[in-house]
């Protein structure tokens, strides 16, 4: 293989970047992600995909597409594949490098201590050996496998993980939908300061520094003698308009008899309420009440105002410990044990409501438990639980649709969730991104970070980090210390 020849004097600057397997399986759209930079597929990273390709799981799926992507890139030039094939044509000029496939055997450069029968180690010793005849050219290992990366730096190769897909380096700059603003607000933006009155809110059209910083549907708060919660309704220009919230807290605006016990679940349920925004994402630690705000906000809306038909919740069924094994009945059966958590806050949902005293002085509950039998009947018969399995090509129409566990999805398998939504569906995703049980997911890569950075912004969407726990005393100490 003459990569020389390939290459014009000018650009020996490029990196040559070697592929391994995962990086395919991961996404398989990777080969036009490097730019300008070469890229070198091994033998041992096509027989793993070979071997990886059987099965209707997501991995197996992404290596029968990288393989067609790489048979269209080869299909025509088969005759100067040792000189690299031009990356710009297939890949529509996202890529202006070169692709090199592996047309020589290489063999004794591992040191004697790394077996040559595993995958991994031939990988490395494509590495060194291609570092060892372009000994002026960067020569790099990519890959998603952390032990992997370790040896090659062992044996004082350059490795990195495939970065491409990360939306975020540091999660801690992920957007959190809220904002605080500072004591001297209303002095720095209070020149010109339009204010109207409509349908009960307070709008204020404001000119100032931290304008063109708001987004559309960001929440923005202060507290004081004159307290404020608002969100942005026209934002990101010279000026932005504020419009003032409902308030949740209050016993008179409960939500299926949940009222918001923190500035935060306050802006959660302005979001899940509000008939305009069709996509919500709400993140937060265990017991931050996600699960409990969304369901009372869908029971609402599909029991009592019939804004949507029912109720769809679905979510990665990943186990925490090991696997229990097959599971008996029906596909809305298998997920039952899964949605724990669903039955859990139904039953608080559910709880019986104190009825006025009766004729004879004693108050009893609504009902009774007859009452709350028919009444939790009627909520099931409106609760679809799906799998994620079966969901390709389906369409919902005015669903709620609750997507739990989000943070253990691939930001692929998040699109392929989100453009099922039909005409009149709402879409809410939840998660904790502390809580990732995905191999080759990180914080930076999960779909759910992706979801809440790309959509940040848009006029039919909202995000809300929630910060407090709301559970116990236990549950907040045992969070804190552990």
């Given at each position: 293989?003459?990569?020389?020849r390939a290459?014009?004097p000018t650009?020996?600057?490029?990196k040559?970047f070697?592929l391994d397997?995962?990086?395919?399986?991961?996404?398989?759209?990777?080969l036009f992600?490097?730019?300008?930079h070469?890229?070198?597929?091994p033998?041992?990273?096509?027989?793993?995909?070979?071997?990886?390709?059987?099965g209707?799981?997501?991995?197996?799926?992404?290596?029968?597409?990288?393989s067609?992507?790489?048979?269209?890139?080869?299909?025509?030039?088969?005759?100067?594949m040792?000189?690299?094939i031009?990356?710009?044509?297939?890949?529509?000029k996202l890529?202006?490098?070169?692709?090199?496939?592996?047309?020589?055997?290489?063999?004794?450069?591992?040191?004697?201590?790394?077996?040559t029968a595993?995958?991994?180690?031939?990988?490395?010793?494509?590495?060194m050996?291609l570092?060892?005849?372009?000994?002026?050219r960067?020569?790099?290992?990519v890959?998603?496998?952390?032990?992997?990366?370790?040896?090659?730096?062992?044996?004082g190769?350059?490795?990195?993980?495939?970065?491409?897909d990360k939306?975020?380096?540091?999660t801690?700059?992920?957007y959190?939908g809220?904002?605080?603003?500072?004591a001297?607000?209303?002095?720095?933006?209070g020149k010109?300061?339009?204010s109207?009155?409509k349908?009960?809110?307070?709008?204020?059209?404001?000119?100032?520094p931290?304008?063109?910083?708001?987004?559309?549907?960001e929440?923005?708060?202060?507290?004081?003698?004159?307290?404020?919660?608002a969100?942005?309704?026209?934002?990101?220009g010279?000026?932005?308009e504020?419009?003032?919230?409902i308030?949740?807290?209050?016993?008179?605006?409960?939500?299926?008899?949940?009222?918001?016990?923190?500035?935060e679940?306050?802006?959660?349920?302005?979001?899940?309420?509000n008939?305009?925004?069709?996509?919500?994402?709400?993140?937060?630690?265990a017991?931050?009440g996600?699960t409990?705000?969304?369901?009372?906000?869908?029971?609402?809306?599909?029991?009592?105002?019939?804004?949507?038909?029912?109720?769809?919740i679905t979510?990665v069924?990943?186990?925490?410990?090991?696997?229990?094994?097959?599971?008996?009945?029906?596909?809305?059966?298998?997920?039952?044990p899964?949605m724990?958590?669903?039955?859990?806050?139904l039953?608080?949902l559910?709880?019986?409501?104190?009825?006025?005293?009766?004729?004879?002085?004693?108050?009893g509950t609504?009902?009774?438990?007859?009452?709350?039998?028919?009444?939790m009947?009627?909520?099931?018969?409106?609760?679809?639980i799906?799998?994620?399995?079966?969901?390709r090509?389906?369409?919902?129409?005015?669903?709620?649709?609750i997507?739990?566990?989000?943070?253990?999805?691939t930001?692929k398998?998040m699109?392929?969730?989100i453009?099922?939504?039909?005409?009149?569906?709402?879409?809410v995703?939840?998660g904790?991104?502390?809580?990732?049980d995905?191999?080759?997911l990180?914080?930076?890569?999960?779909?759910l970070?992706?979801?809440?950075?790309r959509?940040?912004?848009?006029?039919?969407s909202?995000?809300?980090?929630?910060?407090?726990?709301?559970?116990?005393?236990?549950?907040?100490?045992?969070?804190?210390?552990?």
């Open positions: 293989m003459n990569a020389k290459k014009t650009t020996p600057a490029t040559l070697v397997t995962n990086v395919l399986m991961h996404d398989p759209l990777s992600r490097f730019e300008e070469d890229i070198y597929v033998m041992m990273t096509l027989e793993e995909l070979d071997a990886n390709k059987k209707m799981s997501e991995v197996a799926r992404n290596a029968r597409q990288a067609r992507l790489m048979d269209e890139i080869v299909t025509g030039a088969e005759h100067h040792a000189h690299g031009d990356l710009s044509g297939p890949s529509r890529a202006t490098g070169h692709l090199f496939f592996q047309t020589e055997a290489i063999n004794g450069i591992l040191p004697i201590s790394l077996p595993k995958a991994d180690n031939q990988i490395i010793g494509v590495v050996h570092g060892q005849k372009f000994p002026k960067p020569v790099i290992l890959s998603k496998d952390i032990n992997m990366r370790i040896k090659a730096r062992a044996l190769l350059e490795a990195q993980d495939y970065f491409n939306v975020l380096e540091d801690d700059l992920l959190t809220t904002r605080e603003l500072p001297n607000f209303w002095d720095s933006h010109g300061l339009e109207w009155k349908d009960s809110r307070t709008y204020y059209r404001i000119k100032g931290l304008c063109p910083e708001m987004l559309v549907n929440f923005v708060w202060q507290e004081g003698p004159q307290p404020l919660q969100w942005v309704r026209v934002g990101a010279k000026t932005a504020l419009e003032t919230l308030d949740y807290s209050h016993a008179k605006n409960a939500v299926w008899g949940i009222t918001a016990r923190n500035r679940q306050n802006f959660a349920l302005n979001l899940l309420m008939p305009d925004i069709d996509f919500v994402t709400l993140l937060g630690q017991g931050t996600k409990l705000l969304t369901l009372a906000a869908a029971l609402t809306q599909t029991l009592e105002t019939k804004l949507f038909a029912e109720i769809i979510r069924t990943i186990p925490v410990g090991e696997d229990i094994g097959f599971l008996p009945g029906t596909e809305e059966e298998k997920m039952t899964w724990g958590a669903l039955e859990d806050n039953d608080v559910n709880k019986p409501a104190e009825a006025p005293a009766g004729p004879g002085g004693s108050a609504y009902g009774g438990d007859w009452g709350r039998a028919a009444t009947d009627l909520i099931r018969s409106r609760i679809k799906k799998s994620l399995n079966f969901m090509g389906r369409t919902f129409m005015n669903k709620f649709l997507i739990d566990e989000a943070q253990n999805l930001p398998q699109k392929t969730l453009t099922r939504a039909g005409p009149g569906t709402k879409v995703c939840l904790n991104i502390a809580q990732i995905t191999p080759y990180t914080e930076g890569s999960s779909g970070t992706y979801v809440v950075d959509f940040k912004g848009w006029a039919h909202g995000h809300v980090t929630l910060q407090r726990g709301e559970r116990s005393r236990l549950a907040d100490h045992a969070a804190e210390v552990l």
